[in-house]
């Protein structure tokens, strides 16, 4: 599966919430087989401040249309450059990147995605469905704000929301959300998201005894696997994120079986 | 066709545009976007006598034009590199370099006299900016009795071109260079990172683990040139210049510093088919400025 530097065009910039943007990008050849879960890191144009490239999920895949979209939560410069411009803007992205989710699940499955780690699970939603799979999602946010895409997602999941302050769905965190009383009925669970819901979920996950698998969004220079900067600890040592992941069977991460880590890293969206 | 060929002691190299350690992998990682065998060379991640896990994460720091790394020299140790890495080498049609570390003078010895067993290993460079346990972690690349210790101890057991790779975090920089060179190194290369700092003011804490880490990109290209120039000048030895060169103009500058090849590094992370944009660039360069050679600039300021 070969990687691909590409000047995509973007076709659409739609905000659909205050801090959110989903950009429509036209491949300008052939778009390579992408994986639910993988990624681009994407060069933000003009841009001073943002001398790295960025990683972005991939957010959804269109491959009659040849589109790939991304859906970027608005937090800094690059972010906010990225949100800002016009459709035709030529967007230099390398993609697609890293390992994605484990598709081959027996049913049924559980998506959980707090704030932008939204991004990653549509395009999941709907190769699962696509595979004949019924789909529960779970997505949480701060407020209503946060919880982007839904009638996107409605049409191929079974979806529930939650947000920390009541303004949508139940009131709470993701872990605290009725559905995951029961867990137990799922076989696996996948999820993105900040790293202490994360941390949240995988808990939640190993108490049920259901089998999880997590996005994570460590720092990058490269995106694929030459500087050594994105790693993770594993059981079998430091990993890259970026070339082992960003998924990752959350039995294979040092650390992840303990509360104490979670206390610390509080559960926040 | 300008003549881009180079040489570096006992080196020929097809064009002087080489990638710079710790920026590049072992290479494959590029394969899909660049002919690696177009290169002048490749100068493979950090090989030390043990593994190494490197240091925790965040090892890495946005900076204004460039950034931080405190990687802390992760690979999995000379046996390893020797299996498994080695014979994947061996496929690419062009100079590998090894990037020799260590933590003592031994562990330094102790790979280069294994790499100069490899045949398809054309050269070693020597990464004196690593820290010298025995000596509180000061780098031995920052005392020109260390310097000159480690590249004597290593010259003693590899017969074949030994480039030593000079730290920027040190008074005088010529001084170190004379040292090497006293200490049997055939060719120089410099710089590698610039020691130093990020904070996080909101999270009011360093932002990398270590605290410090090294400085690359584009921001550290003045520095590069000053100490190229000044080196080229003091030593009679080929150098290569590394430090913010992310196009061909930022090459040709190191050319005319005194550098009779360059290493592209950061720069690899944001256009991974930076090195060929390099290579075609010089030769344009050269075309407009009816040169025959690339050699014709070295050292010409
Ligand atoms: C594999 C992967 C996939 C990702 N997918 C998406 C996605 O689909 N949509 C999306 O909106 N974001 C995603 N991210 C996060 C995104 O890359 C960062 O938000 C972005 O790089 C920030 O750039 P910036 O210039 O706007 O912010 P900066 O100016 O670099 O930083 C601004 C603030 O954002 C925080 N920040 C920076 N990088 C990250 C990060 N990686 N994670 C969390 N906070 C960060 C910083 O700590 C700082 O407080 C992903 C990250 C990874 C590693
Ligand atoms: C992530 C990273 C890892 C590095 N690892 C090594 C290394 O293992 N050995 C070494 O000699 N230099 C290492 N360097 C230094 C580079 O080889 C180079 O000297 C430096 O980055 C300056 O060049 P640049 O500005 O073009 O990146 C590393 C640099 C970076 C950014
Ligand atoms: S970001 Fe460079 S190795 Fe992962």
Request: proline share 5%; charged share 15%.
């Amino acid at each position: 599966m070969s990687k691909v530097i590409h000047d995509l065009i973007i076709l659409e910039n739609r905000q659909p919430g205050p801090e959110y943007h989903v950009l429509v990008c036209k491949a300008p050849e052939t778009l390579p087989v992408c994986y639910p879960g993988q990624f681009a890191e994407v060069a933000v144009p003009s841009s001073t401040h943002a001398f790295l490239r960025r990683p972005f999920s991939i957010h959804n895949v269109d491959y009659q249309n040849n589109t790939i979209s991304f859906l970027i939560k608005m937090v800094g410069q690059g972010t906010r450059t990225l949100g800002q411009l016009p459709t035709g803007t030529v967007l230099n992205a390398i993609y697609p990147l890293g390992k994605g989710f484990s598709l081959n699940q027996a049913e049924p499955v559980l998506l959980v995605g707090g704030g932008c780690g939204i991004a990653p699970l549509l395009f999941l939603a709907k190769t699962l469905k696509l595979n004949g799979y019924t789909v529960h999602c779970l997505l949480g946010g701060r407020s209503a704000d946060d919880l982007v895409e839904i009638p996107e997602f409605r049409e191929t999941a079974e979806v529930y929301l939650t947000t920390e302050d009541g303004t949508q769905g139940e009131k709470g965190f993701v872990t605290q959300h009725s559905i995951f009383r029961e867990l137990a009925g799922f076989t696996r669970v996948f999820a993105c998201g900040p790293e202490g819901m994360l941390r949240a979920v995988a808990l939640a996950s190993r108490a049920a005894g259901v089998s999880c698998e997590v996005s994570l969004e460590n720092n990058m220079a490269c995106g694929i696997g030459a500087c050594l900067c994105c790693v993770v600890e594993t059981r079998k040592g430091n990993r890259c994120v970026c070339t082992e992941g960003p998924v990752f069977n959350v039995l294979d991460l040092k650390g992840w079986e303990s509360p104490q880590e979670v206390a610390d890293n509080c559960p926040v969206i | 066709m300008p003549d881009l060929s180079t040489t570096l002691h006992q080196l020929s190299l097809k064009n002087p545009v080489m990638t710079a350690s710790g920026t590049f992998g072992y290479g494959k990682e590029f394969s899909d976007f660049i002919d690696l065998a177009s290169l002048g060379g490749i100068i493979v991640k950090a090989t030390t006598s043990e593994p190494r896990e490197g240091n925790p994460y965040p090892r890495m720091a946005e900076t204004a034009s460039g950034m931080l790394n405190s990687v802390g020299l992760q690979n999995k140790g000379l046996d390893y590199f020797v299996k498994h890495i080695y014979p994947e080498l061996q496929q690419i049609n062009t100079h590998i370099i090894a990037n020799v570390s260590g933590s003592t003078i031994e562990g330094y010895v102790e790979v280069a006299e294994k790499m100069a067993g490899l045949d398809h290993i054309t050269a070693i460079e020597l990464n004196i900016s690593c820290p010298n346990v025995k000596q509180g972690g000061m780098a031995f690349g920052t005392s020109v009795t260390s310097a000159l210790e480690v590249t004597r101890a290593v010259r003693k057991v590899y017969p074949k071109t030994l480039i030593v790779k000079l730290s920027p975090n040190v008074t005088s920089i010529v001084d170190i260079a004379r040292a090497v060179a006293d200490g049997g190194a055939d060719v120089l290369s410099l710089i590698n990172t610039l020691l130093a700092m990020a904070i996080d003011a909101e999270k009011r804490r360093p932002v990398l683990s270590t605290v410090t880490g090294g400085l690359s990109g584009p921001a550290v290209k003045p520095v590069a040139l000053r100490m190229v120039w000044q080196v080229s000048k003091a030593v009679k030895l080929p150098v290569i210049g590394i430090g913010g060169i992310c196009n061909a103009t930022d090459a040709i500058e190191f050319f005319l510093a005194g550098a009779s090849a360059i290493q592209v590094g950061t720069a690899n992370f944001i256009n991974p088919r930076v090195t060929t944009d390099i290579i075609k660039g010089i030769e344009d360069y050269l075309l407009r400025h009816n040169l025959q050679t690339v050699r014709e600039l070295v050292g010409s300021i």
